[in-house]
């Protein structure tokens, strides 16, 4: 495993002509030409805001979600699938991570297969699927989905929403051409369905992780105690290697707060994991010698809290996530 340095990195296959012009600030990073449109390439549809009203998230929550259908969608060879977490904010072409533009660009080159998207909000509760203030704040359920150490999400997203898009949209069913991914909440998000259903999801993209201790709720004498991110890099380190290929994104001047410092806790994620593939522990080598690794990649940057580096690195994260 080895740290991607950005610059001059051909995997990441990133030109960075704007840094050459003048010293760069500190969490500045230009995006490259895979995430403008460009000339003669075919767009893909997205399809949505559709909305979703899950049975297994408790709370009655009602959300929106978007599938991306790439050119030359054929049922018949069902393409790769990316899922990602807060579906509003890496669906417009405003934002820094406009994944369906990236996708069109990489597919049209064949940097990587045909992938259909799928891109969703975390729940609203009460009669309004999407709060008026969203553009300043997030869904009122997205912290209980999303922060709390739970397999809810984990079961929405496999026994209804994946059934529901498979309804009208066909994607592979192997592991290995499936990703999940995320930022910040989003991350930790899709860190908990990929680490607990590997199976499902082999890959996992997670940018300003939030593996803190947002989710953690003390017990009450009606609640029991629910936990946060903060408790994975102890339970990665105790447990046996999963068949996960991992992208971790972060930076130096990411939160740090009440509920942790986010880039520490990014850290500790990080050498979590790579202590896992060891056999360092003799308690650990029988079940770990003879079995998979994490496939680990990470990127640290020296950006707040914010996708405007993880948007920069996307092209390269998904050439390494899916390409050939």
């Avoid at 340095?5 to 840094?19: C, D, E, H, Q, T």
């Avoid at 929106?64 to 969608?73: A, D, F």
């Avoid at 990236?102 to 009460?126: E, Q, S």
């Avoid at 940057?301 to 920069?312: A, M, Q, R």
Wanted: proline residues 9%; aromatic residues 10%.
């Amino acid at each position: 495993m080895k740290k991607l340095i950005a610059a001059g990195v051909s995997l990441l296959v990133l030109a960075l002509p704007g840094f050459a012009a003048e010293p760069r600030k500190a969490g500045e990073y230009p995006l490259t030409i895979d995430s403008y449109p460009q000339p003669g390439v075919a767009k893909g549809r997205v399809i949505g805001p559709l909305e979703f009203h899950s049975k297994i998230i408790p709370g009655n929550t009602v959300r929106q979600y978007w599938v991306y259908v790439p050119v030359g969608y054929d049922a018949a060879n069902p393409p790769n699938l990316l899922v990602w977490q807060d579906g509003m904010r890496a669906v417009p072409e405003s934002t820094p991570l406009r994944i369906p533009i990236v996708l069109d660009n990489l597919i049209a080159k064949k940097d990587i297969p045909p992938t259909l998207g799928i891109f969703i909000t975390p729940g609203n509760t009460g009669t309004e699927h999407y709060p008026p203030n969203l553009g300043t704040g997030n869904p009122n359920h997205r912290a209980q989905e999303y922060d709390e150490i739970s397999d809810d999400y984990s079961q929405f997203l496999i026994q209804e929403m994946l059934p529901e898009v498979a309804k009208t949209y066909k994607f592979t069913s192997d592991p290995a051409r499936r990703a999940i991914g995320g930022t910040s909440s989003g991350a930790i998000c899709s860190f908990t369905v990929a680490w607990h259903h590997p199976d499902q999801f082999g890959n996992l993209i997670s940018m300003i992780g939030s593996y803190t201790s947002i989710g953690y709720h003390p017990a009450t004498a009606t609640t029991p105690e629910k936990f946060g991110g903060d408790t994975y890099p102890g339970l990665i380190r105790r447990a046996p290697p999963k068949k996960l290929k991992i992208f971790l994104e972060d930076g130096t001047n990411d939160l740090d707060n009440q509920f942790g410092n986010w880039h520490l806790a990014n850290m500790q994620m990080l050498a979590s994991l790579q202590y896992a593939n060891t056999t360092a522990d003799a308690s650990r080598n029988e079940a770990v010698k003879n079995g998979p690794r994490y496939d680990i990649r990470f990127e640290w940057g020296d950006g707040p809290h914010s996708d405007v580096h993880g948007g920069w690195l996307l092209p390269g994260i998904l050439r390494w996530v899916f390409g050939k």
